[in-house]
């Protein structure tokens, strides 16, 4: 067999200097003015992806032939693993995950590379410069600490197995989607302090960060959604989000991308909120990079339990305070000679964005404060404590509900100046609808105010969404419904999908919150229970063998009405190798509700077992609303302005 | 001066997670601590016919370590239990936690058994009521039945010297 995971050792080492290059020349090449050490740039960010490439292909192959004298591979994979976990667990574990993140960023480097061309040189060199000092650090945080190559000799005859709950087709994707777009963020990061470097922070900064933005979010939301459902399915509890720290990190950058990518238009369109702008570029990836460090350092206990080593951790806190406090100096530095563009109103689209700005920067603020307070108040010894959902749940709601309500009304309003009895008689019937639906549709089943509050905010969004688009068609020059909607950008249909998306996530969060049930319950053969209007009986049980465990299967035929409507079988799964237990709970979607059904222990010599019975209503919005917020980012990246050609176009004609 | 704001915050979360890193945050004052143990009785691993209960030991100080066949890192902590036992400073018993007997046993064979004996908890119910967060975990129960000691996770060399050696010392004079 090839050494191969000394072919993925020695790659690694040469991505290190090929990043030292690429972090050292473009920048002194564009602060002198040297030409050629800036367009080297290019090439080192191309080579150090093919670098990365092969390391990573290294560690999947040894993965896939179970070289078990790698010790990742030892302690994280097992030779009845199929093979598709085994693939899967060559991100599964700490090594393997902050591979993947090296990975992701050259990635992203080496698409800066190729879709800036019709930049100028220096701020290409610039940003390729600034993503190297980062790829740098993870680079020698990854050999110093966390070789995933790291040889185990003499080689066990068989793997420890991955964690059972990593195994499952959610996982395959969940960790590549969310640093897609955690790292993604890196692109922002990196013009901005480019920018800030140059001296030269415009309008055409913020229109070539906006694309990059969009992508990352879009990513990132996908990755946060799916990790939400596969923690929802996977799990067996039925919960969907828990306020865990690794959820925390991964929603941190999110709501400050959120906030950037709408700061971005002011600075693009009107020229304003430079210096703000900026700074939510530095933050959103510094969160991601905090988040990281949260996740990977072991200072804050989770229920996604990682290896914990303290060496890990200083190293990593050494980089993020060179990274983000170098930048934030930067920007303490240069923000000051940042002289701010037009003038707008108190009321006005500027003003409004401004305040959807703050608003989600204190939603972002306060979930870090949550998360890092434990950690706060064991440093002073004030004892341990945990900040748990009731925290998160009621300083989100007070936060986010105004937000919800500004974005009903942010897209209509004027740049500049909006006046506001317009903006009243505008929106009167929006507003009308939206209260009255929320006041009288929780009567269907049992009023509740959240629910009323919630219900509220999503009609409110959907009612001005479509009154806006009804009056932009109107007002179009083209006849023909067809003409008429083209004549519309992407990026704005962009914008009204992701809020439409929003807005269906908040129905899911809100009635799933509102009206859901369940029951614990012992059951016995041929017993039934009623949970939310339908009937639970539990039929039979069987052993079941899958490739790599064993498990004991219910059969529970559901009835509504009378009729049966389907059976649903959960699983408990004892893996072989590590001995895990894992309940693989059944789950009948649908559109309106989902019902979840989990097999608990068996009691009384196995004649009776514990079972867990929920009825979730509406609960599958929460991840429609995502899917339509990532559609809508989709489609913006798309607008025809940031085709690369048409924003050179753009400069031209500037 | 108010471009610098973000740049103090930053540096005052810095601070706090650099003395957040030198903490365990797993060191959790276990409320059984200066408890008396929780008392069980249970049937032995060795002649699953004879039960066992802690009772039988008031007046030894004694160590009582939770594991399992399946843990790995009760393989990373054997060697250290072993030499604890051979040392004969204090007895070492042991609760075979969620796991299967024939295992169990093959185990002991394989890797040498430090246990002056061993109880089974194969449904977990008595590692609840200790606590048991995880594999392995051990106690350090005095004369009279109460919890002086609590290690979640492996024993280590450093643990074993400092902080458990010298209790039972104190504790038998």
Redesign the interface.
């Known amino acids: 067999m090839p050494d191969v995971a000394t072919i993925g050792n020695f790659s690694l080492i040469t991505a290190l200097i090929v990043a030292i290059l690429q972090a050292a020349l473009p920048l002194m090449g564009a602060s002198q003015g040297k030409s050629t050490w800036m367009s080297a740039a290019v090439r080192l960010a191309r080579c150090q992806f093919i670098l990365v490439v092969i390391a990573f292909l290294s560690l999947a192959y040894c993965f896939a032939a179970n070289d078990f004298s790698v010790l990742n591979v030892a302690q994280n994979s097992n030779s009845e693993l199929p093979l598709n976990y085994r693939l899967a667990a060559t991100w599964g574990s700490h090594e393997g995950s902050i591979l993947l993140w090296i990975l992701m960023l050259a990635f992203w480097s080496a698409a800066v590379s190729i879709f800036t061309r019709h930049l100028a040189k220096e701020v290409v060199a610039r940003v390729l410069g600034v993503m190297g000092i980062v790829s740098v650090g993870f680079l020698i945080f990854m050999l110093v600490t966390s070789n995933p190559f790291t040889r185990l000799i003499p080689a066990p005859a068989d793997g420890?197995d991955l964690n059972a709950l990593l195994q499952d087709p959610g996982m395959v994707v969940h960790p590549p989607m969310l640093y897609m777009g955690y790292v993604g963020f890196s692109v922002a990061f990196a013009f901005a302090v480019a920018a800030l470097l140059g001296n030269r922070l415009d309008a055409s900064w913020a229109r070539w960060s906006r694309p990059w933005t969009l992508i990352a979010w879009t990513f990132l939301t996908c990755g946060i959604a799916l990790g939400s459902y596969w923690s929802y399915y996977v799990q067996g509890w039925g919960g969907w989000w828990f306020w865990d720290p690794v959820e925390n990190a991964s929603f941190m950058p999110w709501l400050a991308g959120t906030a950037l990518i709408h700061s971005l238009v002011v600075t693009e369109k009107r020229g304003a909120f430079k210096?703000w702008t900026v700074?939510l570029a530095?933050?959103a990836f510094?969160l991601s990079l905090l988040g990281t460090?949260l996740v990977r350092?072991?200072?804050?206990?989770s229920v996604h339990a990682f290896a914990?080593d303290?060496k890990r951790?200083?190293v990593i806190?050494c980089f993020?305070?060179l990274i983000?406090?170098g930048s934030?100096?930067l920007?303490?530095w240069r923000?000051?000679q940042i002289r701010s563009g037009a003038s707008f109103d108190a009321i006005s689209r500027e003003s409004l964005l401004l305040s959807n700005n703050v608003l989600l920067t204190a939603a972002a603020g306060s979930v870090l404060l949550g998360t890092?307070y434990?950690?706060?108040i064991?440093?002073l010894n004030l004892g341990?404590l945990s900040v748990g959902p009731p925290y998160f749940n009621s300083v989100f709601v007070a936060i986010m509900s105004p937000a919800m309500f500004l974005m009903g009304i942010g897209p209509i309003a004027k740049w500049r100046k909006a006046e506001i009895p317009e903006l009243v008689i505008r929106l009167r019937w929006a507003l009308a609808i939206s209260i009255l639906a929320g006041i009288f549709i929780p009567f269907a089943v049992k009023w509740k105010p959240l629910v009323t509050l919630g219900l509220t905010l999503s009609f409110w969004i959907v009612a001005t969404i479509c009154f806006d688009l009804v009056s932009k068609l109107k007002s179009a020059q083209t006849k023909g419904i067809v003409q008429r909607l083209r004549t519309l950008p992407r990026n704005y249909y962009g914008m009204q999908l992701a809020h439409f998306g929003v807005a269906i996530s908040i129905v899911g969060i809100t009635l799933v919150t509102g009206y859901e049930s369940q029951k614990d319950l012992l059951m016995r053969v041929g017993e039934s229970t009623g949970v939310g209007g339908y009937v639970f009986q539990f039929q039979d049980l069987s052993g079941v063998e899958g490739p790599n465990y064993d498990a004991v299967r219910a059969g529970v035929d559901v009835f509504q009405n009378g009729k049966q409507i389907l059976r649903m079988q959960p699983e408990v799964r004892s893996y072989h190798a590590?001995?895990?237990e894992l309940k693989n709970a059944a789950i009948a979607g649908g559109i309106f509700r989902d019902l979840y059904v989990t097999l608990g222990?068996p009691l009384e010599e196995g004649t009776a077992w514990t079972f867990r019975i929920q009825h979730k209503p509406f609960v599958g919005w929460i991840w429609a609303g995502a899917v339509f917020m990532a559609l809508g980012g989709a489609l913006a990246c798309s607008d025809r302005r940031y085709k690369p050609a048409a924003s050179s176009a753009a400069r031209k004609a500037a | 001066m108010k471009?610098?704001v973000?740049?103090l915050i930053?540096?005052t979360?810095?601070i706090?997670?650099?003395?957040?890193?030198?903490?365990d945050?797993?060191l959790?004052?276990s409320p059984l601590i200066d408890r008396p143990a929780p008392a069980f009785q249970l049937m032995r691993l060795d002649e699953p016919n004879r039960p066992f209960s802690p009772t039988e030991l008031r007046g030894t100080v004694w160590l009582l370590n939770t594991w399992?066949?399946?843990?790995?890192s009760c393989r990373q902590e054997h060697p250290l239990l072993l030499a604890l036992a051979r040392s004969g400073v204090v007895p070492v018993y042991g609760l075979n936690y969620k796991d299967k007997r024939t295992d169990a046993l093959e185990w002991l064979k394989s890797m040498g058994n430090p246990y002056i004996l061993n109880v089974q908890d194969a449904?977990g119910r008595v590692g609840m009521d200790y606590g048991v967060y995880g594999v392995p975990e051990t106690y350090l129960i005095d004369k009279t039945g109460v919890i002086r000691f609590k290690q979640i996770g492996p024993l280590t060399l450093e643990s074993i010297e400092k902080t458990i050696l010298p209790l039972v010392r104190n504790l038998n004079s």
Request: charged content about 10%.
């Open positions: 420890n210096a700074l530095i933050a510094s460090f350092s072991g200072v804050l206990i914990t303290p951790g200083i806190l993020l305070t983000i406090g934030l100096v920007y303490a923000a000051r890092v434990p950690l706060i064991d440093a341990k590590s001995g895990n222990e | 471009f610098a973000p740049i930053f540096v979360l810095v706090f997670l650099g003395f957040g890193l030198r903490r945050p797993r959790l004052p399992a066949s399946w843990c790995v449904d």
